[in-house]
T-cell receptor, first 114, second 107 residues
Framework: EAGVTQSPTHLIKTRGQQATLRCSPISGHTSVYWYQQALGLGLQFLLWYDEGEERNRGNFPPRFSGRQFPNYSSELNVNALELEDSALYLC?????????????FGPGTRLTVL | KNEVEQSPQNLTAQEGEFITINCSYSVGISALHWLQQHPGGGIVSLFMLSSGKKKHGRLIATINIQEKHSSLHITASHPRDSAVYICAKGRAQKLVFGQGTRLTINP
């Protein structure tokens, strides 16, 4: 069974541009989570999507947004990129997110903002 | 103070040693997760537990709800166990992570 996949693996942008990151969950999983891991910092929760809707978001500005498609894949968009947005962005998926379901992580997208 | 604190931050040991990584949290939880992150960045979920103890191969995770403390143990450690181990608390939809423990096992 295929795991969580993310694309691209690496992404280089300049300050002020927009970045789009993609995630495909494990088949059968309806919840997708996005996390940011900036250099020297721990993982921080970004967004949670379930059944096509944003259910919760972490302490990030509105220029971090995303969506979940009918096939449960998800996109994370970061507008007006800033240097400090450089980080590893991890996506995870699980069965419905309202219970104690284990999350399965993708390999991540490393975003570099120059 | 972080909601989730791990210790030690860094741990170096020799192959074969018994390893213990600790995780303390300040607020009651619904579940506690242990994750492993390899140098390339990929994360693997090791355990999710809300009480007692779980074992998988050479890995054992325990949790004490009253003391708000969890431990991850590795028996007969091996260089391939070298990774960052992260504990996280919370329900599936909003995990709060510790800073991680960087484990290096030397042959």
């Amino acid at each position: 069974e295929a795991g969580v996949t993310q694309s691209p693996t690496h992404l280089i942008k300049t300050r002020g541009q927009q970045a789009t990151l993609r995630c495909s969950p494990i088949s059968g999983h309806t919840s997708v989570y996005w996390y940011q891991q900036a250099l020297g910092l721990g993982l921080q929760f970004l967004l949670w999507y379930d059944e096509g809707e944003e259910r919760n978001r972490g302490n990030f500005p509105p220029r971090f947004s995303g969506r979940q498609f009918p096939n449960y894949s998800s996109e994370l968009n970061v507008n007006a990129l800033e240097l400090e947005d450089s980080a590893l962005y991890l996506c995870a998926s699980s069965l419905a997110g309202d219970s104690y379901n284990e999350q399965f992580f993708g390999p991540g997208t490393r975003l570099t903002v120059l | 103070k972080n909601e989730v604190e791990q210790s030690p931050q860094n741990l170096t040991a020799q192959e074969g040693e018994f390893i213990t990584i600790n995780c303390s949290y300040s607020v009651g939880i619904s579940a506690l997760h242990w994750l492993q992150q390899h140098p390339g960045g990929g994360i693997v979920s090791l355990f999710m537990l809300s009480s007692g103890k779980k074992k998988h191969g050479r890995l054992i995770a325990t949790i004490n709800i009253q003391e708000k403390h969890s431990s991850l143990h590795i028996t007969a450690s091996h260089p391939r166990d070298s990774a960052v181990y992260i504990c996280a608390k919370g329900r599936a939809q909003k995990l709060v992570f510790g800073q991680g423990t960087r484990l290096t096992i030397n042959p």
